[in-house]
């Protein structure tokens, strides 16, 4: 199922003045090939192993002052500090890498991430090369830098990808725990408006999902569903603000139909369904635990297509955000985020409860 509005660019789409620009579907794909995926039902202890061999591989492609650069002490307070504005990072950045450090580098990737996924980040370095044609040179398609925090397969560990518009963020706390949240991507423009990608929507399909709901719910149900006849301008849930939440609102999936839920399934999708399988299925497994009838979606601001709006789904512990409210609504924030457990921090915490008892 190809990502939203994703067409293949090939070689002649590169720009010169860029380092080594997005690579084309193919090389992703080659990237991907490599990686033994499990079944659905693989344990992510399989996953765990697979993620910290292509690490160490990463790591071990670097000569030792990019290693200095990308290495950074698991308890440093830079693990936490992830955001998706344009600004000077730590790690190291894909303009430092060489060509084969590159491609370890989006095996890396490759280790938590399918095809989809894959073309979810390309798509948002596209955007920014798209940003760099309008604005100039500090729009840098390969200024996005790969952390690695603490020791590959010595647990906890973790690595992050993160630039203008992307961050993910992937920890492994402990022995059969790996957290691929915050995960935030953006897409300005949402739309491309003119260029060699007119019409490319990278987060096109969340949206149209969004609106087929709204579309499908009974006039009861969409005025539970809009919170605010605004839009939030922002997502809610942006760095240090998870507080700002409060309970969830707008209307439950249990109170929808077959066909309504489905839909929510669906939009759900655009974002866990970005994971490699094994990881997919145990993301998937999180959500049902949680008890996806206390689960709500909700809406604020316009309904007309081209105006600013805001949805999320909101769970217990699950969420998923979406703005599109700068740039005259089309300049979207969208973030999916696990408020127990970013950062691995519930098998974090049950981890460090262990060691103090021993």
Same mark, same amino acid.
């Given at each position: 199922?190809?990502? !939203?509005?994703?067409h293949?660019?090939?070689?002649? &789409?590169?720009?010169?003045?860029?380092?080594?620009?997005?690579?084309?579907?193919?090389t @992703?794909?080659?990237?991907?090939?490599?990686?033994?995926?499990?079944?659905? $039902?693989?344990?992510?202890?399989?996953?765990a192993?697979?993620?910290?061999?292509? *690490?160490?591989?990463?790591?071990?492609?670097? %000569?030792?002052?990019?290693?200095?650069?990308?290495?950074i002490?698991? %308890?440093?307070?830079?693990?936490? %500090?992830?955001?998706?504005?344009?600004?000077?990072r730590?790690?190291?950045?894909?303009?430092?890498?060489? =060509?084969?450090?590159?491609?370890?580098?989006? @095996?890396?990737?490759?280790?938590?991430?399918?095809?989809?996924?894959?073309?979810?980040?390309?798509?948002?370095?596209l955007l920014?090369?798209?940003l760099?044609?309008q604005?100039?040179?500090?729009?840098?398609?390969?200024r996005?830098?790969?952390?690695?925090?603490?020791?590959?397969?010595?647990?906890?560990?973790?690595w992050?990808?993160?630039?203008?518009?992307?961050s993910?963020?992937?920890?492994?706390?402990?022995?059969?725990?790996?957290?691929?949240t =915050?995960?935030?991507? $953006?897409?300005?423009?949402?739309?491309?408006?003119?260029?060699?990608?007119?019409?490319?929507?990278?987060?096109? $399909?969340?949206?149209?999902?969004?609106?087929?709901?709204?579309?499908?719910?009974?006039?009861?149900?969409?005025?539970? *569903?809009i919170?605010?006849? #605004?839009?939030?301008?922002?997502?809610?849930?942006?760095?240090?603000r998870?507080q700002?939440?409060?309970?969830? #609102?707008?209307?439950?999936l249990?109170?929808?139909?077959?066909?309504?839920?489905?839909?929510? !399934?669906?939009?759900m !999708?655009?974002?866990?369904?970005?994971?490699?399988?094994? +990881?997919?299925?145990?993301?998937?497994?999180? @959500?049902?635990?949680?008890?996806?009838?206390?689960? #709500?979606?909700?809406?604020?601001?316009?309904?007309?297509?081209?105006?600013?709006?805001?949805?999320?789904?909101? $769970?217990?512990?699950?969420?998923?955000?979406?703005?599109?409210?700068q740039?005259?609504?089309?300049?979207?924030?969208?973030?999916?985020? &696990?408020?127990?457990?970013?950062?691995?921090?519930?098998? +974090?915490a049950d981890?460090?409860?262990?060691?103090?008892?021993?």
């Open positions: 199922m190809p990502h !939203d509005g994703w293949p660019h090939d070689e002649s &789409d590169r720009h010169h003045h860029h380092h080594h620009g997005p690579p084309t579907r193919r @992703v794909l080659a990237a991907a090939a490599l990686l033994p995926f499990g079944s659905a $039902g693989a344990q992510t202890v399989d996953a192993q697979r993620i910290a061999d292509v *690490a160490n591989r990463f790591l071990l492609s670097l %000569d030792d002052g990019q290693r200095r650069k990308a290495m002490a698991f %308890d440093s307070g830079n693990r936490l %500090d992830w955001h998706y504005i344009p600004r000077s730590s790690g190291l950045a894909l303009a430092e890498m060489r =060509p084969g450090q590159a491609d370890a580098a989006r @095996v890396l990737f490759a280790s938590v991430l399918n095809q989809r996924g894959l073309e979810l980040l390309e798509g948002v370095r920014e090369g798209v760099r044609e604005q100039g040179s500090f729009r840098d398609p390969d996005y830098y790969v952390s690695v925090f603490g020791i590959p397969g010595r647990f906890p560990w973790g992050r990808f993160e630039g203008h518009h992307l993910l963020n992937v920890a492994l706390p402990a022995p059969g725990h790996v957290a691929v =915050p995960f935030f991507t $953006g897409a300005n423009p949402a739309t491309v408006r003119d260029g060699p990608h007119r019409g490319f929507r990278l987060l096109g $399909g969340s949206e149209d999902l969004a609106r087929q709901i709204m579309a499908g719910l009974t006039d009861r149900q969409r005025q539970a *569903a919170i605010a006849n #605004r839009s939030f301008g922002e997502i809610v849930a942006s760095p240090q998870e700002d939440l409060g309970e969830p #609102r707008g209307v439950l249990g109170e929808m139909t077959g066909a309504q839920r489905t839909l929510v !399934d669906a939009l !999708d655009r974002f866990l369904g970005t994971l490699a399988a094994d +990881l997919m299925a145990a993301q998937k497994q999180r @959500v049902m635990e949680q008890g996806l009838a206390a689960f #709500r979606f909700a809406w604020a601001g316009s309904l007309t297509p081209g105006e600013a709006h805001y949805f999320r789904v909101h $769970g217990p512990a699950t969420l998923i955000e979406h703005d599109n409210t740039n005259g609504a089309n300049h979207i924030h969208a973030v999916w985020r &696990d408020l127990a457990a970013d950062f691995g921090h519930d098998a +974090l981890h460090y409860r262990q060691q103090k008892h021993r």
